[in-house]
């Protein structure tokens, strides 16, 4: 949250295209040939780039097309995230920028996730460095794979919300944590200070990602989880209409129909 997504952080790069062509990507700069077909793309496309495309800062899923709009190319922020699938890059430009002197971990534990999504937008005035949530699926998954002390104790909930405060004074964030937790309207909390403490919950979000994909069986979890994942999104649905795909779906009784990029 405080350093922007990867793409604002990116400015330049050079990719090896599948002919094997090496091109340089710089803002500004000529656009080599090779290119060009690209750029018709955001072209031919531009109404429906500019309606669907770059309407919300997390919408980084698939393909970053609003970066082929005329008003504001950028190439090299296009392939950011694009993993491979259309150049391999060998040499990127980025922004640094410096760590905080101190960092707190606040930990919210909620009924559900989408009852902590709803506190998400109030927490969001407390300027974190991080927030991110996990379920009960994921620890439950990372017991199961890893053995019980692999999950830290949590505060009471089935959703938890993660919520990393930065600052150069521990005392400030401190007294800056205990206001997130009076505005979070979690049934519990936690306040962690210790860095290596604070490590070991952040490992349950990035194993347990990769973990979930599959139960604490071995199989699939996607199958189990349906249900559970339609009564999430109903739910959320009727919540954040606005933000929801599935609005659509359970108004119309079918999927949106997705429109064809030329």
């Known amino acids: 949250l405080a350093y922007g997504r990867t793409s604002d952080n990116v400015n330049s790069l ?119 949530g996990i379920d009960s699926r994921i620890t439950d998954v990372v017991r199961a794979r890893r053995g019980n002390d692999a999950v830290p104790h949590l505060p009471q909930g089935a959703g938890w919300l993660f919520v990393e405060l930065g600052g150069d004074s521990l005392p400030e964030l401190i007294d800056r944590a205990n206001g997130v937790i009076g505005d979070s309207g979690a049934l519990d909390s936690l306040v962690v200070t210790d860095s290596s403490h604070a490590g070991a919950l952040w490992r349950i979000r990035e194993d347990g990602a990769g973990l979930s994909a599959r139960n604490a069986h071995g199989k699939p979890a996607y199958a189990e989880d349906l249900p559970r994942f339609f009564a999430y999104a109903i739910k959320v649905s009727t919540r954040y209409v606005e933000l929801s795909p599935l609005t659509h779906l359970l108004q119309d009784g079918a999927p949106p129909a997705r429109h064809a990029i030329r």
Do not use: W
């Open 14 to 132: 050079t990719v090896a295209l599948a002919s094997g062509r090496i091109v340089d990507l710089r803002p500004g700069d000529p656009v080599d040939a090779a290119l060009h077909p690209v750029l018709d793309i955001g072209k031919n496309n531009a109404d429906l780039i500019t309606r669907e495309f770059g309407r919300f800062p997390r919408q980084v899923s698939g393909y970053a097309m609003e970066q082929l709009l005329t008003s504001h190319t950028n190439l090299a922020r296009f392939l950011v995230g694009s993993e491979g699938t259309l150049a391999v890059i060998v040499r990127a430009e980025v922004d640094l920028v410096a760590a905080p002197t101190h960092t707190v971990l606040v930990v919210l534990g909620y009924s559900d996730m989408p009852t902590a999504a709803d506190a998400v937008p109030t927490l969001l005035s407390h300027r974190p460095v991080a927030c991110e």
